[in-house]
Each structure stands twice: as structure tokens, then as C-alpha cells.
């Protein structure tokens, strides 16, 4: 289906690629382009790169590119009117012509009303026989009523289909039970309950619907401890984070990342109401988006155990090139009977307060902090050798990070721990320093001697048979985007192009131009095959200045003499040769 140009750019005006692709790929900063692992082949080192100016995609390992619609198409497996109405329905805009196909919205609005409907029942079991032993734990954990009431906490009983009957008397289908991910179809075909003798979490977005459940185990060491639903058509765990509902009116500055929903509600309980949770997946990108919307900077705050630490790297990674500022949080043991015990954000909320903790996120370092510190209980650094092998890895460490200021203070930081001389420490990382730089360089020099990637398309159809005249082709391109004012002195046909497809992209080009629509790669690859879009991206990759029209006239010269030299009349050739010099000269 075709849909209304006006309507696409606006699409595309509204679906930043960088913002699409960043909830896909991890991208961090280099010059003007993000740059990242390519999501379309297997690398180690980043050769996907995005253009925010450009509003293009482009992998100069593989070749993929094109514009941000593009994107969706290859990376979702869409077709081209599908990726239109998914990132239509990304920026909540409504597709023209679509409102026919309503059935999957509907669905959704059904199934929230199921959810908010089971979330009502849960609460209600609190006050009733059922909920007896989900008050006791609450009580346990000294969360208050007023509290349970705020999170809408309640109680799954011990019982097979509790919630079935409920909401069959409410008029919903066993099937759409199971839909929802609240129950859970046997091997006899019966269903039963999902949830059962649970402490249950509605996971509520920020329009405050109940996108999904999360239930905690009454019982110590039961497993699993926390039970989430399963990826619905409402319930993405990676686009979730428990407690956000709340936390987005928060007046503090910074969010606060804990790892259970029961540390959220204790932790919004003593007044750190930004506390947020990621429900048992590692952080996502999409979930730092979603907490970018209300503050700027993070306070981790995992447990102090081996899977806690993983979490925290994993989460560290990923805010890494970020807009926030990172705070680690480490909480201290707590001393029993003279032993030291490892206590979690609750357990330090119960004894201390609020406060003691609102002091302790006010002390904690920054990342560089928390990855020395971590490095350094990994070696004995009593023993020489050990030391030696700290000393390397803290000066790669230090090695990443771009600012000079950084590197001293941290390598005096990491010196002092190790009991070396600053001295040493510094030369260590200068080392490090000029590796990594040898690195990139020859990283990027095997790049751009890639004899094939640097000038013929990566798809075999589209082979330049004349690349001197396809060069010129693509450079004409690259100045009408660079200044479109210039299509008007490209008097070009179809027979004077080398290469269809530069024909194709370049007539859409300076179609676009004449009726004064974008000339932005991304904005034109919409109209293109994907092949083409693809070629457009990789070309308009290639470095350009803009050279007003004595760079178009050179370009169009290149081109027709290109043309005249396919002619077999040499006499012809030779005539028209000397003209063109004396014309375009
Ligand atoms: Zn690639």
C-alpha cells in the first residue's frame, strides 16, 4: 500500500534513527556518527555506524544501510508497510487509511482490562481468608498497609484456579487468561492458575495500566523467589521497569536501580521514591530511554554477591557512552555476632533509614571507582606478580577513558592500592594508551584498503561496469544532498548514467528537490528499493565538501566523457572529446 508522502516524513521526523537504532544496539560517540556491534552479522570490533545528521545506517563490514524505515524492515523482519505502522505506532501516530485493521488494539485494550481486573482481585485477597499469609510476610517486612495500598500489592491464594473462576465471573475467556500470561495451560489441556501462594506485584506503566504481574515466593527459598509473566502482547520485560509509575513523580534528581520489586517498595517507603527495578533481566537500553525521560543521573544499587556484581557490569556496559552520570553503590556488610553478612537495599533501609542511605548514595563513586575497586579484589596484591598483573589491567582500564585529567587521577587512585609508584602507574597507561590508539588505527586502515567495500555496491546486481563514471555518479549525488540548490544545473538522462541504480536514486534526488521535500539519505531511501537504500547509505558515507557548481560541472564532465568513450566511432570520439574540453573547460 502506498502511503501519503507528507505522512512518511513526518514518520520519519518523529522516529529519530539514533533513537531507534539505540534500542537494538549499544551505540557510543565518535566524532559526528554513534558507532556499534552490527546487528546484521557477527564482529567484535564496531563497524555498524549511525548518522544522526544524516538519518541513516550504514555497516562497513557488511554493507546493510539505508534509512531508519529500512532499519525496521531488516532488523523486525517486516515488510515495508509493516515497518511503516510499527514505527507509526512507536511515535503514536496514526497511520492514514489503517483504521480498519483495529484488531490487534483491540486485543491489547481487552487484555489490559483482564490484568487490571486480576490486579483488583489480587488486592482484594489481602483484606479476605485468603490473603492471611501474604499480610503476614508484609508484616514481616515491615511494609506498611498504606504502602501495599500505593503499589497495589496482593495476594495469589493456594489454589489451583482461583483467579479463573474469578475472572470467568467477570466475563473473560479461559483462552484469554492464557493470553495474559495468567494462566497456564496443562498437559491434560486443562488450565490452572499461574500464580499461586504469592505476594503478587502489578507491573504498571507510566499511563498507570498493569502491563503484567510479578510474584514473589511466600515461602523462604521456594523457587522461583520472584515469578514474572511471560511476554505478552502487553508485556515487554525489556521495556519495563518495576515501580516506574511511581517513580516518575518523583523531586529527587537521581533513579535509583535496585534489584527486587520488595526493595523498591521498601525503599519508596523511607522516601526514595525514584527506586525502580529491572525485574530479573540485566539492564536494557530501552529501560535507560525510558528513565532518561525524568533524571539524568543513576545510583546502582545491586547486591554485593557474585550475580549482583555481574549485574552491575552488564548495566556499567551499557551506560558506558550514556548521558547519565553513574553512581555504584556498594552497601556494607553488616556485622553479626562479629561476622560480616551481606545485606541488600532492604535490609539496610530497615536498620538505618532513609536517610543514612540518601548519605550513602551521596558517597558512592563513579564507574571508573567501582570497576578499580572490583578489579583489585581480584588480585593479592601482597604478591609481586600479582601486582604486576593489576598494574596491566587497571592501565587498560584507565587506557579508555578519553579524558587525561581522568587517567592521572584514577592511575594515582590504582597506584596507591597496588603500593607502586604513581610514576609507574602512569607509564602503564600512557603504554595502554598508545596501544589502543595503534589499534583503532590499523582497525581503520584495514577498513578503507577493503579494495571491493570501498567501491563497488555490496549487492553483486547493482556492480559498477564503469567505476570512474559511477564515482562521479555518486558524487554528483553527494552534492545535491550537501546542497540541493545544485539540482537545477544537473541536466542529466537515464543513457548518461553508468549505473541504474545511482539513475534511480539520483532522479528520486532531484524529484525531491524540484517539489522542495527532504534530501536527507533517510528521508530519501523511503521511496527506494532496499537495495538501492543501501547504496545510498554506503555512498553518502563517503567523505564530501560541498563544491557549489564548479564540483558539479567537473562530476558532469566526468560523466559524459565517460559516455562518449563506450562510443566505437574513435573519430566521433576524438571530435567530441575536444569539445567537451573547450565547453566545460
Ligand atoms: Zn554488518
Sequence with gaps: MAFPESFIEELIDRNDIADVVSSYVSLSRKGGNLFGLCPFHNEKTPSF??????????????????????????????????????????????????SADDELP????????????????????????RGGKAVRYLEKRRILPRTAKNFGLGAAPDEWDGLINAMREKGFERDELVRAGLAVRGKDGRIHDKFFDRLMFPVIDVRGDVLGFSGRALEDGAEPKYLNSPETLVFSKRRILYGINLAKNTKRDNFILVEGNVDVVSLHQAGLDSAVASMGTSLTTEQTRLISRYAKKIVLCYDN???????????????????????????????????????????????YGGVEFDKLINGSGGST???????????????????????????????????????????????????ISAEAMEREVERAVKNRRRNEKKEYEKQAAKPSGAVQPRDRALRYKDVKSALAEEGLIRQIMLDPAMAEYCDLAESDFSSPALWRIFSELVRRCESRQSVSPGAVST??????????????????EAGGRQAIEQYINVIKTQRLLESTDLAEIAKKMRETKSNGG
Design 527 to 544: 521511496a527506494l528499493e532496499a537495495a538501492d537504500a543501501e547504496l545510498l547509505a554506503s555512498l553518502s558515507e563517503k567523505p564530501e
Design 106 to 129: 483491540r486485543l491489547r485494550r481487552r487484555m489490559l482490562e483482564l490484568n487490571k481486573e486480576a490486579a483488583r482481585w489480587f488486592y482484594s485477597n489481602l483484606s479476605g481468608d
Design 49 to 98: 555506524s549511525v548518522s544522526p545528521e544524516k538519518q541513516i545506517y550504514h555497516c562497513f563490514g557488511c554493507g546493510v544501510g539505508g534509512g531508519v524505515i529500512n532499519f525496521i524492515m531488516n532488523i523486525e523482519n517486516l515488510s515495508y508497510p509493516d515497518a511503516v505502522r510499527f514505527l507509526a505506532s512507536r511515535a503514536g501516530l496514526t497511520v492514514p487509511e489503517d
Design 369 to 419: 571507582e567501582y570497576r578499580l575497586m572490583t578489579l583489585q579484589t581480584e588480585y593479592d596484591l601482597a604478591e609481586d606478580e600479582q601486582r604486576v598483573a593489576f598494574l596491566k589491567r587497571a592501565g587498560q582500564l584507565l587506557a579508555a577513558l578519553s579524558s587525561p585529567v581522568e587517567r592521572e587521577i584514577y592511575a594515582a587512585r590504582a597506584a596507591e592500592a597496588a603500593g
Design 305 to 351: 554477591d557474585p550475580a549482583g556484581i555481574k549485574a552491575t557490569d552488564r548495566a556499567l556496559d551499557i551506560l558506558k557512552n550514556s548521558e547519565f552520570t553513574v553512581r555504584v553503590l556498594r552497601l556494607p556488610n553488616a556485622i553479626v555476632d562479629g561476622k560480616p553478612v551481606k545485606q541488600d537495599a532492604d535490609d539496610f533501609i530497615k536498620k
